[in-house]
């Protein structure tokens, strides 16, 4: 079983960063592919970032060129920098997990932290 925990969120100005990381416990997360992904009030669950077991990576059209996903398999994380935040990042934000599948779209991936909230604001 594989548990995720997020940390990191927070209430930052437009224009600031926030660093979010996605712990696992219960098994390596080196060898499946994480996602991040976020959820505004009324809004539909939304891919952000993603990183395959290769390290490819992939981000959505709205966080290119602003946020950055990486891993640290020493500490068995995938962080998720964020940079330039707008009011319009704000959500709470989930990590996930899967070892079959890839990509922005939430359905695929089995395994979810409780996630995060992300407030950009003045």
């Known amino acids: 079983q594989l548990l995720l925990v997020e940390s990191g969120g927070g209430l930052v100005q437009p224009g600031g960063s926030l660093r979010l990381s996605c712990a696992a416990s219960g098994t390596t997360l080196e060898h499946v592919a994480v996602g991040w992904f976020r959820q505004a009030p009324g809004k539909e669950r939304e891919g952000v970032s993603c990183?395959?077991?290769?390290?490819?990576?992939t981000y959505a059209d709205s966080v290119k060129g602003r946020f950055t996903i990486s891993r640290d398999n020493a500490k068995n994380t995938v962080s998720l920098q964020m940079s330039s935040l707008k009011p319009e990042d704000t959500a709470i934000y989930y990590c996930a997990a899967d070892s079959w599948t890839y990509g922005l779209g939430p359905g695929a991936y089995e395994y979810w932290g409780q996630g995060t909230q992300v407030t950009v604001s003045s």
């Open positions: 990183i395959h077991s290769s390290n490819i990576t």
